[in-house]
């Protein structure tokens, strides 16, 4: 039984916050496919457990994790078992500037301990109607960030340190070089004049993943990127995203994934057509005015 909700909301002129949509999640399908998107997005995850794996590390969720992906940020979701979570998607310049002052940003995504949002949460998606659901959303997105706003000092502020930027400068060089065959800890030294050993300890402290699996990452996640968008020749996708070996490269997205390539490309073109067949299933019936009997027009 598909217990999912998702209720979408139309474009209004001079809103300040542009809310895109309201949804409760429990497919796995869905939670497992790969994303890049232009909006950012607030979660709550309300019940199972999972990981969230990004581009600057890999996250738990637990029931009553908040969580958040930026504008333009590479992620996907991994189910450890029975995963479910609300999410609201939005534009909004402001939220993403209030999100920062609470810390909840790029690099701090999580915040864990809010399982009593989840009525609200709840509450607001199930009650809101077509005309009500932008406000509703909005609202829910301000409160839970007042609520993480109360335990804001209890969370670290790396930025501050001379590791976390080593780190940070480290991860932006992979994520302009991840194409490049070559890239590695010790082209990395070089580049930055410090020792690997040095470089390794920064990253993995800050991120809590090793420089080399973070790269892995990366360019898994834009081989998935690039199969959205329609290249399926896997050698071609593997000399893109830096691997000079398809064959390697079919290995690691398997140890990354859990499935093939080629699968993995079947199992989205299966989703497309699911979701045309469902659209088509939901467009209104068109009738002509010889349609209609006698009387009623």
């Known amino acids: 039984m598909n217990d999912n909700i998702c209720k979408f909301v139309p474009v209004r002129e001079g809103e300040e916050m542009r809310v895109i949509n309201f949804v409760f999640e429990s497919n796995p399908a869905m939670i497992a496919v790969h994303h890049v998107q ?25 029931p009553g994790t908040v969580f958040f992906t930026a504008p333009r940020q590479p992620f996907y979701i991994e189910q450890d078992g029975g995963l479910a979570y ?5 534009m909004s310049q402001r939220f993403l500037t209030e999100a920062a002052r609470v810390r909840l940003t790029r690099e701090t995504p999580i915040r864990e301990g809010f399982a009593s949002l989840e009525a609200f949460w709840k509450q607001s998606l199930d009650e809101c109607t077509q005309d009500s659901v932008s406000l509703a959303a909005e609202s829910v997105l301000l409160y839970t960030l007042s609520r993480l706003g109360r335990k804001q000092e209890n969370v670290p502020d790396p930025a501050k340190t001379p590791r976390h930027r080593v ?7 992979a994520a302009a070089h991840y194409s490049d065959p070559t890239l590695s800890l010790q082209t990395l030294a070089s580049q930055m004049s410090y ?6 300890d920064c990253f993995s402290r800050t991120y809590n993943v090793g420089f080399r699996e973070y790269v892995l990452t990366l360019r ?52 497309r057509e699911a ?23």
């Open 38 to 62: 232009s909006w950012g997005t607030l979660y709550l995850t309300a019940r199972g457990e999972g990981t969230l794996h990004t581009d600057v590390g890999d996250f738990p969720l637990r």
């Open 86 to 90: 609300y999410y609201i998607s939005f």
């Open 167 to 173: 780190a940070a400068e480290m991860r932006a060089w």
């Open 195 to 200: 020792s690997p050993k040095y470089l390794s």
């Open 220 to 271: 898994i996640q834009r081989a998935c990127e690039l199969m959205q968008n329609g290249v399926t020749s896997s050698k071609e996708i593997a000399y893109m995203i830096g691997f000079s070996d398809p064959l390697y490269y079919s290995k690691a997205f398997k140890r990354v994934l859990g499935t093939s390539p080629q699968k993995h490309i079947a199992e989205l073109r299966r989703l």
């Open 275 to 297: 979701k045309e067949a469902e659209k088509h299933e939901e467009e209104p019936v068109g009738y002509e005015p010889d349609d209609y009997p006698d009387g009623l027009l």
